[in-house]
């Protein structure tokens, strides 16, 4: 199949999960206990994400490495000051310091 | 109309935007070497708009893979999707239906956490919109920006750089304002376990399971000793 239908399949898939619970709660009002759960979403998906980044390198294990250095100074940086730059700049020199020293 | 909040939505979310942008080329690139075509190539970016997955269905189609599993590969990756629909569901639910509709397409990880940050603070509908709307076209500008730079330049990006090493650290700096109690700790710590351990699931699939079982034990933990 051409690529251009597969896009285009794709998109309508993406498309539809983007809008599926947001289409079925549209005017309604949930329960604060539920709207609590929800909320938890990004503390859950974000780390994972990272985790799955960070711990594997396609399908195999990513033996320890500057990766590893650099990223808990990233984690201590992002939690002392919170801040998205910060925590993406002095990891990025981490990860090049990092790589560089590596024996 | 709120100008304001949609400034502040663009400039809280423009570092990340900035770090997208090689991913974007990387994208770029790899849809100009494949030969399907400039076109189809920023088609994925324009229609999808979700880095990981248009690599994957790239990479799927020039192995030849059957159309159902490269479409269903890069919607799995695609799921945690719904996860963030239901997380920005209370708040999209007060949006006109049009704004609702079309601010849907401009998900990503980024503007949705960045938008659930601010909605804890800003309650007033209009304000949001604007904000999410600034923070996900910001991102959404640099991707479109990204890609063609690599359909059209054909720039490499070097190895040395470490720009894979963004990815994690991207979603590490948007997981610590969103992790601020017990909950949420509990949540983190939970699905990163389980992510770990599931690894041997097929694409993405460790990571939905892994967010599903965070969330659902996250819910259990009573919020008492709130940090800020």
């Known amino acids: 199949m051409s690529f251009t239908v597969e896009v285009l399949l794709a998109a309508l898939g993406t498309y539809l999960m983007r809008v599926s619970v947001i289409a079925l709660a549209a005017g309604r009002e949930l329960p604060e206990r539920l709207r609590n759960t929800l909320r938890l979403i990004p503390a859950a998906v974000l780390p994972a994400l990272v985790a799955n980044a960070l711990v594997f390198d396609g399908s195999s294990v990513r033996p320890l490495g500057p990766w590893y250095v650099a990223f808990a100074l990233a984690l201590l940086v992002s939690i002392r000051t919170r801040s998205i730059g910060w925590t993406l700049g002095a990891g990025m020199v981490a990860v090049w310091v990092a790589t560089a020293v590596w024996p | ?228």
């Open chain 2, 1 to 228: 109309m709120s100008g304001a909040a949609f400034t502040i939505g663009s400039r809280r979310a423009l570092v990340l935007a900035v770090g997208v942008l090689p991913f974007g080329i990387v994208y770029g690139v790899a849809a100009a070497d494949s030969g399907v075509g400039a076109g189809p190539g920023l088609l994925g970016s324009l229609a999808i708009f979700a880095g990981a997955s248009q690599l994957s269905l790239l990479e799927l189609h020039l192995d030849g893979a059957a159309w159902t599993v490269a479409v269903g590969t890069a919607l799995v990756i695609n799921a945690r999707f719904i996860l963030y629909s239901a997380a920005l569901s209370p708040a999209f639910t007060e949006f006109p239906a049009p704004w609702r509709f079309g601010l849907c397409h401009l998900m990503t990880d980024q503007a949705a956490t960045l938008s659930l940050i601010e909605f804890d603070t800003q309650r007033d509908p209009v304000e949001r919109r604007w904000f999410y709307l600034g923070a996900a076209l910001t991102l959404f500008g640099f991707w479109q920006f990204g890609t063609l730079v690599g359909i059209l330049g054909g720039a490499q990006v070097p190895d040395g750089l470490q720009l894979g090493f963004i990815i994690p650290l991207m979603f590490t700096a948007l997981s610590a304002p969103a992790i601020r109690d017990r909950p949420a700790v509990t949540a983190a710590v939970v699905s990163v376990g389980v992510t770990i351990g599931t690894s041997w699931l097929p694409a993405g699939t460790n990571i939905l399971l892994g967010a599903l079982i965070g969330v659902a034990t996250g819910a259990l933990v009573t919020p008492t000793g709130t940090r800020t």
